[in-house]
């Protein structure tokens, strides 16, 4: 297949690493070609990485770097098989990114949405190809967490979800199919685990490291809830958890008032080099 990837962010760049890996030619697509290099410049470190790993062949890796190709137009997205959006997660920005792309992209391509919690029903209704729309929500990092959920719309096709299914099944995910509400399986249980977190830590039970320490030791998750809320980054986490509480009402639900001040302050997490902990 031929991949077409918009949006070269740590999501963006982890799909198209893990696309070109399974042997797909993939377009990735940049506002500015510098950051589009730069994206296929840490593809290749992350690809060396895996060999030192031995997780790969060389020969493997050089392959898959080959297969990846840059662009800043959109357009040159047009004769993708399948189109996958990896933009900022806010709704009239891919509203309008579907129906640019829905314009571009031959009657047949299919296109996709990596949203979180978004409603996929409304990129599909921004096109005329509503029966070709669907939700294709990878995890971050990529090339490493092995779930791919596959969002079903209202308006999708069996034959859509046939292929998208058969290509994330490619890419070596474990594929779930799950409809179109907000948060999906993932985020609807994840984040008010994460936000009562946050109001332990306003409530003074304990400090977040202690807080991280007994979920990872206790319940033997990998990272704590704090931590993850940082590696996540909290701007997307506020976005997600505000569309939950839209999608269900639940008060619970309502982002905690911690993570409403640090995302004034741009103190998002990793991305910017401190949140819950500090980043150098």
């Known amino acids: 297949m031929l991949i077409g990837i918009v949006g070269s962010g740590i999501m963006g760049s982890g799909i198209t690493e893990v696309a070109a890996v399974?042997?797909?030619k993939v377009i990735l697509r940049s506002r500015n070609m510098a950051s589009a290099d730069a994206t296929v410049a840490n593809t290749a470190k992350s690809l060396r990485r895996q060999v030192d790993k031995g997780r790969i062949e060389v020969a493997h890796a050089d392959a898959a770097l080959a297969r990846i190709s840059c662009t800043s137009d959109l357009g040159a997205l047009s004769e993708c098989d399948i189109v996958i959006e990896s933009v900022v997660e806010d709704l009239d920005v891919k509203l309008a990114l579907f129906a640019e792309l829905d314009d571009l992209c031959r009657p047949a391509t299919i296109l996709a949405t990596n949203t979180s919690t978004l409603p996929v029903v409304d990129m599909a209704m921004a096109t005329n190809r509503a029966d070709r729309v669907c939700g294709v929500h990878f995890f971050n990092p990529a090339p490493v967490m092995s779930l791919v959920e596959i969002v079903k719309p209202l308006t999708a096709s069996d034959e859509t979800m046939a292929i998208v299914s058969e290509f994330a099944s490619s890419c070596g995910k474990d594929v779930v199919a799950v409809k179109d509400e907000a948060g999906f399986i993932?985020?609807?249980l994840?984040?008010?685990?994460l936000n009562n977190a946050v109001r332990m830590l306003e409530r003074g039970t304990a400090d977040a490291?202690?807080?991280?320490?007994?979920?990872k030791g206790g319940c033997g998750f990998p990272m704590g809830p704090l931590a993850l809320l940082d590696l996540i980054g909290i701007d997307t986490s506020v976005s997600i958890l505000t569309a939950l509480k839209e999608e269900f009402g639940d008060p619970w639900l309502t982002p905690a008032p911690t993570l409403k001040r640090m995302h004034t302050a741009g103190h998002l997490g990793r991305k910017s080099g401190i949140g819950f902990y500090p980043y150098g």
Do not use: K, Q
Request: glycine share 12%.
């Open 22 to 24: 399974a042997g797909h």
């Open 186 to 188: 993932v985020n609807a």
């Open 190 to 193: 994840l984040f008010p685990y």
């Open 209 to 215: 490291e202690g807080i991280d320490t007994a979920m």
